[in-house]
């Protein structure tokens, strides 16, 4: 097993480690960090598809967080008030439809934005993706159905079959659950042919182009699949949270799933997990310690830039061997 | 309806224009030059308010406060240059974006420790407090006159840099080929400084203008930046003329968008309905404006170097 691997794997149980042996003493209050930590960790890894394996910096990624999560809102509340939502179709408080939903509405999202976001590349893609998510960003906080700039309450957290999801630890099990199913995911597309064309594409795309494959299509599609990763994460958000706002689409949002990959390792299948345990971490070591935790954030962040750029699990697990 | 309302909204979008192309002609400079993209520009823009904030507030005078935010500016920008931004002209642009990211993170909790989270109030000078008479009957602020004023003496005084000193030729130089003019002698590192102060200074004035019309406050150059960036993406990224025509083709879309839509729509729609539907598409309007530009053009539309 190479070092890599066992990083890795301690790194997968030392969450569900933590959350039994919190729940264990009674402090249900570090089960909620650690669903955060899930829900963060997938998030960032449906961004490190388009990150990670096509090297497209996706500065938007908080459009398809918060898609997701007004998903999960949106729906809850009409079923809530017994209002239909669309052509008489009634809203739902499952999870699994929620999930559909949000799977199909940032599926379509991203394909119009990626569809002309990829015409571009280099600094054009990362500005139009921003931008593009501030126009949904702006959408939300003046459209006033939904809650406008306030956000939108769920007044309790959604369903699954069979399951208790108002139970801090079984809820905790969904979104880790979910988390393995992404890496999963992000394992399969990796070792696919798919995989393979996509992160082509990045390191050579005349190369790709000349044997016959286009890489548009190729980062196209990874686009897609990335933002609707992450939306399905932006669902469990808004259920922890039991609340949806404007926030999750900002782009502090979409700064921070890069800032997780980095802090973890770019390219590497576990590095959104890695990183998004150390920002939580910081986030609540360094938050307790003085109001303006962030600085400090700031401070690492550029060290980790300058400085350390394998990030944790680079510096864990020593140089990728191939990029 | 009324024609000097619409003159009004015009002059409106101008003015945000103008001051978007204070940001916007920076940004595109420093990325022409050097290739690098700085989402920290927004921070420096807020330096250039709170140094005018605080020095007007000191002395009294906003003019005094005026010349502080750029000297602020332009030494924050210095420093920024040497202690960080000058690592990162080599790396890639996800290095850049996670940098210039950790540096507004830096700005923005630094600045809420010294001055609070609490808004600064800095007031327009009383020399530029009036309004004036517009042909047509019209009232217009005289300050925002003012600022347009600004902003056609920074564009033109942009384009005499650039097109008719060394310090521009050698700018133009460092555009087209880097490697070339360091080999003939020019200090590449100090030229790369100067630029970097200059669209510093240039967002602190922005930072400063814009900051005596509504509140100095922690994270007040966000949605500037965001909005300078559009108009750099629609200029074409490196060029100063398209950041001025985009910018104000931003300013004039945005300011009228919000203005005009909701009152077009009022003929379809009942008037609730046509406010808050006008509102939520004009909030959008600019970035469909630009997925437009760029459907037909990708590279904008003045590409200086693509």
């Not at chain 1, 933590?18 to 963060?40: D, M, N, W």
């Not at chain 1, 939300?140 to 079959?161: Q, T």
């Not at chain 1, 999801?165 to 079984?170: N, S």
């Not at chain 2, 750099?232 to 985009?246: C, H, N, Q």
């Amino acid at each position: 097993m190479t070092r890599e691997r066992t990083v890795n794997l301690v790194l997968l149980l030392l969450v569900p480690a933590a959350a039994l042996a919190a729940q264990a003493i009674g402090e249900t209050f570090y089960v909620t960090l650690a669903t955060r930590i899930a829900i963060l960790a997938l998030a960032a890894t449906g961004l490190n598809i388009a990150l990670g394996l096509g090297g497209l910096v996706s500065f938007g990624h908080a459009a398809f967080f918060g898609i997701g999560g007004y998903a999960a809102g949106i729906l809850a509340t009409h079923a809530f008030n017994q209002e239909p939502l669309l052509f008489g179709l009634p809203g739902s408080k499952q999870m699994l439809v929620i999930w559909l939903t949000s799977l199909v509405a940032s599926g379509l999202v991203a394909a119009v934005i990626g569809a002309i976001s990829l015409r571009t590349s280099g600094v054009y893609f990362i500005m139009i993706t921003l931008a593009f998510a501030q126009m949904i960003y702006y959408f939300a906080i003046s459209w006033p159905a939904y809650g406008g700039e306030d956000g939108l309450s769920l007044y309790v957290r959604n369903s699954f079959p069979g399951l208790n999801t108002l139970d801090p630890m079984t809820f905790f099990l969904i979104c880790y659950g979910l988390l393995v199913l992404g890496l999963l995911v992000f394992a399969t597309l990796r070792a696919s042919r798919f995989g393979t064309a996509l992160q082509a594409s990045r390191q050579n795309p005349t190369r790709v182009a000349a044997v016959g494959i286009t890489p548009y299509r190729i980062r196209l599609v990874a686009f897609i699949l990335s933002g609707m990763v992450t939306a399905i994460a932006g669902a469990l958000y808004a259920d922890l949270n039991r609340f949806v706002s404007p926030s999750m689409l900002s782009w502090h949002m979409s700064g921070e799933l890069i800032v997780l990959i980095i802090l973890g390792g770019t390219g590497r299948l576990f590095g959104p997990l890695a990183g998004a345990i150390l920002y939580i971490l910081f986030e609540f070591v360094l938050g307790g310690l003085t109001e303006s935790w962030q600085l400090f954030l700031g401070l690492i962040l550029l060290g980790v830039v300058l400085f350390a750029r394998g990030g944790l699990i680079g510096l864990l697990a020593g140089k990728e061997r191939h990029g | 309806m009324s024609s000097a309302l619409i003159i009004e909204q015009v002059l409106n979008g101008i003015q945000l224009g103008v001051t978007l192309f204070l940001m916007a002609a920076g940004l595109t400079l420093i990325f022409g030059v050097m290739g690098l993209i700085n989402l920290a520009h927004g921070s420096l823009y807020m330096v250039g308010a709170f140094a005018c904030a605080v020095v007007a507030a000191a002395t009294g005078s906003f003019w005094l406060g005026l010349a502080a935010s750029l000297a602020a500016a332009a030494a924050a920008g210095a420093v920024m240059e040497i202690l960080v931004i000058r690592r990162l002209y080599a790396r890639d642009h996800l290095d850049q974006v996670l940098a210039t990211f950790a540096l507004i993170l830096i700005f923005s909790e630094a600045t809420r420790w010294l001055f609070g989270s609490f808004p600064l109030y800095l007031n327009i000078p009383s020399a530029l407090s009036g309004a004036v008479h517009l042909p047509g009957g019209a009232q217009y602020s005289l300050y925002r006159l003012a600022i347009i004023g600004v902003g056609i003496v920074v564009a033109a005084g942009l384009y005499l840099l650039i097109s008719h000193t060394r310090l521009g030729m050698r700018i133009r130089a460092g555009e087209s080929d880097r490697e070339m003019i360091g080999a003939l002698g020019v200090d590449i590192r100090t030229l790369y400084t100067i630029v970097f102060a200059l669209g510093a200074a240039l967002a602190g004035l922005a930072g400063a203008l814009v900051g005596a019309q509504q509140s100095v406050q922690v994270g007040m150059g966000e949605p500037v930046l965001i909005l300078a960036f559009v108009v750099i993406v629609i200029g074409g990224i490196g060029s100063i003329k398209g950041a001025l025509i985009g910018a104000v083709l931003v300013g004039v879309v945005d300011t009228l968008g919000r203005f005009l839509l909701p009152v077009l729509l009022e003929v379809f729609l009942p008037p609730s309905q046509a406010a808050s539907i006008g509102a939520a598409v004009a909030s959008m309007l600019i970035y469909i404006v630009m997925a437009l530009i760029l459907a037909v053009r990708p590279q904008g539309l003045f590409a200086a170097n693509a």
